[in-house]
């Protein structure tokens, strides 16, 4: 989904104004338009990102502050009564990233980033967002939670040019006739550097020590980068099968040794898939001949206090479902990075210190003998190194391969 529909058709119009007038179904007000996403889950955190349009003419004392919306009050309601209160996340920041960042074609913005904390969500109650910004009121539709059915398989296997892996879902069987999905994911996978260090330099003594912990072998862990969407419209039987959520080159890191994958499933209502579809569409195709308009998606988000658009659509569910499924370096045929070692007139050049300092650590040392310790880069033998992004610590679900 993607809330800075609005200012993109802003954009395409200044870009495009010198060639042909052209009525674009954009509100007359200058008011600036609202901007939601997100969704209403079951004991969940639900996170919701707000952001505003660009009025088409500012004041000439108006100061333009960007796209993010940090001055809002939020908050879900029950037709029972039942209100959680929401905050933004600068709230308790604690160094974390606060505030998502969306880039097109070179350029971004920040979209203000919202919590709330959601409870049990009862099947027969009707569920909202409510959000009070700029001195007005935004309700989106109420609606009743939606169930989720269960995954019955989260699978992988290699694409048809075998240089990707597809990681794929089939949803269990429904008597549904229309279902429709979003899936997420996350990522976790095991590090082993290429080589394993003995020794470590250690700058304070300016000297090489046995090292204290082995820092070859880690786990390294990421949220997924996007969201799928999928209906059983197009499937003969009306059951999803195989469904391709996501793809990896083989040689990416993530298969360096063992990889695993959690992949989320939510059920959405038509209108929601339809939203979601047309806003990717907005994105995709900005400035095109046949791009939808703001107004034509079918956002469900309404002002109650005067005449104003707001873009997005808040959809309720009453839980999600999820499977996982782990991926081997020998089943995918994965390619290592190739070793660098510091090559030895080189090291006769530099101090120990230096040779740290730019990033080198040292691999093979013998105390008694006359010859130079051996160097390689950091991440040779140093799984906590940027480049690899992972920590010592093994995960609590973590299951190791069997040999």
């Not at 694409?159 to 069987?173: E, K, L």
């Not at 959809?315 to 499924?325: I, K, P």
Request: aromatic share 14%.
């Amino acid at each position: 989904m993607r809330s800075y529909i609005y200012n993109i058709i802003i954009a395409t119009l200044l870009c495009c104004s010198c060639i042909d007038e052209f009525e674009a179904d954009l509100p007359s007000s200058d008011t600036r338009i609202l901007c939601v996403e997100g969704s209403i889950c079951s004991n969940t955190d639900c996170t919701f990102y707000l952001s505003h349009g660009i009025p088409i003419k500012l004041d000439d004392d108006e100061i333009y502050d960007g796209f993010a919306i940090w001055d809002a009050q939020i908050a879900v309601h029950g037709s029972d009564g039942q209100i959680w209160q929401g905050h933004n996340i600068y709230e308790g920041y604690t160094g974390s990233t606060y505030d998502k960042y969306i880039g097109y074609g070179g350029y971004g913005f920040m979209q203000g980033t919202y919590v709330v904390p959601v409870g049990q969500l009862d099947p027969s109650t009707e569920y909202w967002l409510e959000i009070n910004w700029n001195d007005n009121t935004y309700i989106s539709k109420p609606q009743l939670p939606l169930p989720t059915p269960e995954i019955q398989n989260v699978s992988w296997g290699m694409s048809v040019d075998g240089q990707y892996v597809n990681i794929m879902v089939t949803p269990a069987p429904t008597d549904t006739k229309e279902q429709y999905y979003r899936w997420n994911y996350e990522e976790t996978w095991e590090v082993h550097t290429p080589l394993v260090a003995f020794y470590e330099y250690v700058p304070e003594q300016d000297a090489i020590l046995r090292v204290n912990q082995y820092l070859n072998i880690g786990w390294a862990h990421a949220n997924g980068r996007f969201s799928k969407l999928g209906s059983n419209e197009s499937y003969q039987d009306g059951q999803i099968n195989n469904l391709v959520v996501y793809q990896i080159h083989k040689d990416e890191d993530r298969f360096v040794y063992r990889y695993y994958t959690r992949v989320y499933q939510t059920a959405i209502t038509r209108e929601e898939y339809e939203y979601e579809n047309l806003s990717r569409q907005l994105s995709d195709e900005m400035g095109g001949l046949f791009t939808p308009q703001p107004s034509a998606l079918p956002t469900n988000i309404k002002c109650q206090t005067a005449d104003l658009q707001a873009i997005g659509y808040i959809g309720v569910s009453l839980n999600t479902t999820s499977a996982h499924v782990y991926a081997n370096r020998s089943e995918v045929n994965h390619v290592d990075r190739r070793v660098v070692q510091m090559a030895e007139d080189d090291l006769l050049q530099s101090t120990w210190y230096w040779l740290w300092l730019m990033g080198w650590r040292v691999y093979e040392y013998n105390p008694g003998s006359p010859f130079p310790p051996t160097w390689t880069r950091r991440w040779c033998v140093d799984c906590t190194d940027p480049s690899w992004g992972a920590s010592l610590d093994r995960p609590s679900f973590w299951v190791d391969k069997e040999e």
